[in-house]
């Protein structure tokens, strides 16, 4: 692992892909992101150039890709023995929660969740990031992925796509964010219904647009 940290470049890509899918044990995963991170430290710390933290992100990006893969792998308890409910038979398995074995791994329920949507990410589709990331000299982030992964396929394609396209790799995937956190419109029923509910729905729906029109009355009882 310290030839990987100090070899940098493609073969140390080359090399961390191959470790990674030989890898069969989340430690050995988690032993190269942690080479990883540590290169992407150096890079920020020693001002060694973008160079080491391109390789950097990327090879974290395809650790957590190996790990939801891992994570995914996981038995998942049933709904009784999650209930306490259901009792085993005298000499049967119990099955491990899922949150409970990936805590005994080291990884948080929300980090796995994350990881897993990596993880459903086609390899040509992580390349096709990774690759606009390396134009723009801009580190692949797993953030940025998973932004992508929540993508339907179709609009997923489209995305990656302009990405090759765009200066800023980070800001257009902040823009991807963006829009699949805003809420759609509320439904003229709901506002129908209940008119004097009308400022709260619209302030829970579309924050910003409501704030504008607040403001916007505002200044005419002032002119």
């Keep these: ?6 070899v940098g470049g493609p073969l140390a890509i080359e090399r961390a892909r191959e470790m990674l899918a030989e890898a069969r044990s989340v430690d050995e995963v988690k032993h190269v992101r942690d ?3 540590a290169m992407a ?3 920020r710390t020693q001002k ?6 391109v390789d950097a992100g990327e090879i974290i990006l395809r650790a957590d890709a190996r790990l939801g893969e891992l994570a995914a792998q996981l038995p998942k308890a049933s709904a009784e023995e999650k ?15 899922k949150s409970a074995a990936l805590a005994d791994l080291g990884l948080s329920k929300q ?20 690759a606009a990331c390396r134009k723009a000299e801009q580190p692949p982030t797993t953030a940025g992925a998973v ?3 929540r993508l339907e396929p179709k609009e997923r394609t489209k995305a990656i796509a302009k ?11 902040a823009e991807i964010r963006r829009e699949l956190m805003k809420p759609a419109a509320p439904p003229a029923s709901a506002l129908a219904a209940q008119p004097e509910a009308r400022p709260a729905v619209r302030l829970a729906w579309d924050p910003d647009e409501f704030l504008s029109d607040v403001r916007s009355q505002l200044q005419d009882w002032r002119d």
């Design 35 to 37: 080479v990883a991170t």
């Design 41 to 43: 430290a150096y890079a």
């Design 83 to 97: 209930s306490g409910k259901g009792q085993p038979r005298s000499g049967a398995r119990t099955t491990v929660s």
């Design 1 to 6: 692992m310290s030839d990987l940290a100090r």
């Design 163 to 173: 990405l090759m396209d765009v200066p800023d790799v980070r800001r257009a995937v």
């Design 48 to 53: 060694a150039g973008r160079a080491i933290a």
């Design 147 to 149: 932004a992508l992964a």
């Design 111 to 130: 980090r796995a969740h994350e990881q897993e949507r990596v993880a459903r990410l086609s390899e040509s589709e992580r390349d096709a990031y990774v």
